[in-house]
T-cell receptor, first 113, second 106 residues
């Protein structure tokens, strides 16, 4: 059974541009969470979606948005990119929003120049 | 003060040494998660525990809920154990520590 998949693996963007990152959860998992991990730091929670609805949001500006599709895959969108948005973006899936066991994807490394 | 503190931040040891990584937290939790992150970035779940002790191969994780402290131990360490080890606590949200960078020398 495939694990959590994310695309693209790496991405280079310019300041001011927009980016869309994608995540496919493990089959049967209905909850997807997004995390940002800046170099040298632990991951920071951005969003959680469950059954296509936002269930939680971290302390990130409105430039960050996300959505979940009927097949439970998810997109993270970031507008007006800043240099500080350069990070590893991790997606994790779980069966339910209360599920303690989250399975992480390999991440998308975003570089903003 | 961070809600999840890990120590040490960096650790270099010789192959075969016994390794201990500590995690202290200040919030009420339902469970604690130990994760391993290799240089490529992917995160692997090692343990989820809410009490006592768990063992998997050369890895042992313990938690003391009253003291709000958990430890991850690696016995007979090997260079392939070199990675960043992250502690994460779970309640209504998940909070990650900054990680401990472990380097095992051959």
């Amino acid at each position: 059974d495939a694990g959590v998949t994310q695309s693209p693996t790496h991405l280079i963007k310019t300041r001011g541009q927009h980016v869309t990152l994608r995540c496919s959860p493990i089959s049967g998992h209905k909850s997807v969470s997004w995390y940002q991990q800046v170099l040298g730091q632990g991951p920071q929670f951005i969003f959680q979606y469950y059954e296509k609805e936002e269930r939680g949001r971290g302390n990130f500006p409105d430039r960050f948005s996300a959505r979940q599709f009927p097949n439970y895959s998810s997109e993270l969108n970031v507008n007006a990119l800043l240099l500080g948005d350069s990070a590893l973006y991790l997606c994790a899936s779980s069966f339910s929003p209360q599920a303690y066991e989250q399975y992480f994807g390999p991440g998308t490394r975003l570089t903003v120049t | 003060k961070n809600e999840v503190e890990q120590s040490p931040q960096n650790l270099t040891a010789q192959e075969g040494e016994f390794i201990t990584i500590n995690c202290s937290y200040s919030v009420g939790i339902s469970a604690l998660h130990w994760l391993q992150q290799h240089p490529g970035g992917g995160i692997v779940s090692l343990f989820m525990l809410s009490s006592g002790k768990k063992k998997h191969g050369r890895l042992i994780a313990t938690i003391n809920i009253q003291e709000k402290h958990s430890s991850l131990h690696i016995t007979a360490s090997h260079p392939r154990d070199s990675a960043v080890y992250i502690c994460a606590v779970l309640d209504d949200k998940i909070i990650f520590g900054k990680g401990t960078r472990l380097h095992i020398l051959p």
